[in-house]
């Protein structure tokens, strides 16, 4: 099974701000098979990349993936004030295992 | 538009048996793999059952293996999720979630509201 480990657990940053959140795997995810996905409180998730680089219908360009193997990131440019939410990668190269999360709270 | 409806679910106690329904439309079922994501409250996402397109497959993991069992209704584009022995850790928001294509290896690209299950005595 691969283990997808999530950092930083938390993130504090202030609206306009850049957010870099990271997602390693323990063994690598071929052909980049890495989605990530946005949950605000009370809702559902929300994909925002797939394919660990490619964005979601209707999902802004300040959001964008990069990364292989065993390392990716989401990268979020400047921070609106809807942006504030937890935030989860995904894998789907071997059945499908889900990271911890990582919270960008209002600093 | 793609929409997926969750019902069935409910407080029930431990040891017993629950059935989950999620209603698609917006989409041909048959042609793509669905999944059941649960989370836990105030926890984080876990996979844990799939079924391709067709209804092959199906998957699940490892904690879920033996009692829950997925299936697909192609005529009423329903997917199902028969649980039993339940247990107080299958205590889960129950979120079904729609494949971004009928095979592996698939993501999540659509996901419902959710439906609540608590088990308790």
């Known amino acids: 099974e691969i283990v997808l480990t999530q950092s930083p657990g938390t993130l504090s940053l202030s609206p306009g701000e850049r957010a870099t959140l990271s997602c390693r795997a323990s063994?690598?995810?071929?052909?980049?098979?890495l989605a990530w996905y946005q949950q605000k409180p009370g809702q559902a998730p929300r994909l925002l990349i797939y394919?660990?680089?490619s964005r979601a219908t209707d999902i802004p360009d300040r959001f964008s993936g990069s990364g292989s193997g065993t390392d990716f990131t989401l990268t979020i440019s400047r921070l609106e004030p809807e942006d504030f939410a937890v935030y989860y990668c995904?894998?789907?190269?071997?059945?499908?295992?889900f990271g911890p999360g990582t919270k960008v709270e209002i600093k | 538009e793609v929409q997926l409806l969750e019902s069935g679910g409910g407080l029930v106690q431990p040891g017993g048996s629950l059935r989950l329904s999620c209603a698609a439309s917006?989409?041909?079922?048959?042609?793509?793999?669905m999944s059941w994501v649960r989370q836990a409250p105030g926890k984080g996402l876990e996979w844990i059952s799939g079924?391709?397109?067709?209804?092959?497959?199906?998957y699940y993991t490892d904690s879920v293996k033996g009692r829950f069992t997925i299936s697909k209704d192609r005529s009423e584009s329903t997917l199902y999720l028969q649980m039993n022995s339940l247990r107080v850790e299958d205590t889960a928001v129950y979120y079904c979630?729609?494949?971004?294509?009928?095979?592996?290896?698939?993501?999540?690209?659509?996901w419902g509201q959710g439906t609540l299950v608590t088990v308790s005595s």
């Open positions: 079924i391709g397109g067709r209804g092959d497959g199906p």
């Open positions: 995904l894998q789907y190269v071997n059945s499908r295992t």
């Open positions: 979630a729609k494949g971004s294509t009928g095979y592996y290896p698939y993501y999540l690209d659509y």
């Open positions: 917006g989409f041909t079922f048959t042609n793509y793999a």
């Open positions: 063994q690598s995810v071929s052909s980049s098979n």
């Open positions: 394919g660990a680089s």
